[in-house]
């Protein structure tokens, strides 16, 4: 289970890194100060970043053990 109550994108993402063994890289450091509320039971990894996409308005691909992030970020 994965819990965030309004933690920023940066320490959003640095759980990721370490939950799921990826490399993560951002292209915008905007993005990092985001904050995201969100709840993630049993969730795939892209599961996961369809959510944060949305909510931290950001597009990512993923290429092997790597995650590219890129976009201007938050919308308020």
């Known amino acids: ?9 940066d320490d959003v993402l640095s759980t990721l890194k370490r939950r799921y063994g990826v490399e993560i890289k951002v292209s915008n450091p905007e993005i990092l100060k985001c904050r995201i509320k969100a709840e993630f039971k049993d969730a795939s990894i892209e599961t996961i970043l369809e959510v944060l996409s949305f909510d931290a308005n950001f597009k990512y691909e993923i290429d092997d053990n790597t995650i590219y992030i890129t976009g201007k970020g938050c919308l308020n």
């Open 1 to 9: 289970m994965l819990y965030f109550d309004r933690s920023t994108l």
